[in-house]
T-cell receptor
């Protein structure tokens, strides 16, 4: 049973560029959340997608956007990259309906470095 | 608003010794509480969760946590540390009407032989 898969695992961008990160949820899961984990900090909630809609959003600027596809996979897009966007981006999936039991299944993350 | 405070960013224990990781939360309504573990270069894995059933929660790998409403705490313990317990541990809180988890800053555990 495949878990949550993310790509790419590592990438380097320069300030001002745009990046797209991809996530496939665990089999049977329909809800995808994205978190940003800066070095030495806990993950911070970016947003959650359910039924191809952004259901909830954290305190992140509009430069951060996402999408969920009919097969439940998801993308995170970040425009106009800043140095402070350097972080590990974690995708997490949860059970159908996405009622918050808190049992998230995380991928290994995409590590973004902005130079 | 909900938040989590983890006391101590780094804990070092001897193999076989007690592991105690402290977590205090603030929440305006009865919360869901969680402990996650992150091994190097991996994603987070759920250790255990409290969802208003028993106040003493048992998780994987011999860990347990006790919910104390009067102290707004949810400390994680393991009676005997193993070398494989070396990792970063995160406490998290959520509310029933919320879809996000709010994580603490994490506690790194090192285990000395």
């Amino acid at each position: 049973d495949a878990g949550v898969t993310q790509s790419p695992t590592h990438l380097i961008k320069t300030r001002g560029q745009q990046v797209t990160l991809r996530c496939s949820p665990k089999s049977g899961h329909d809800t995808v959340s994205w978190y940003q984990q800066a070095l030495g900090q806990g993950p911070q909630f970016i947003f959650q997608y359910y039924e191809e809609e952004e259901r909830q959003r954290g305190n992140f600027p509009d430069r951060f956007s996402g999408h969920q596809f009919p097969n439940y996979s998801s993308e995170l897009n970040v425009n106009a990259l800043l140095l402070g966007d350097s972080a590990l981006y974690l995708c997490a999936s949860s059970q159908p309906g996405g009622r918050n039991t808190g049992e998230l299944f995380f991928g290994e993350g995409s590590r973004l470095t902005v130079l | 608003a909900q938040s989590v405070t983890q006391l101590g960013s780094h804990v070092s224990v001897s193999e076989g010794a007690l592991v105690l990781l402290r977590c205090n939360y603030s929440s305006s309504v009865p919360p869901y509480l969680f402990w996650y573990v992150q091994y190097p270069n991996q994603g987070l894995q759920l250790l255990l969760k409290y969802t208003s059933a028993a106040t003493l929660v048992k998780g994987i790998n011999g860990f347990e946590a006790e919910f104390k409403k009067s102290e707004t705490s949810f400390h994680l313990t393991k009676p005997s540390a193993h070398m494989s317990d070396a990792a970063e541990y995160f406490c998290a809180v959520s509310e029933a009407n919320d879809y996000k988890l709010s994580f603490g800053a994490g506690t790194t555990v090192t285990v000395r032989a």
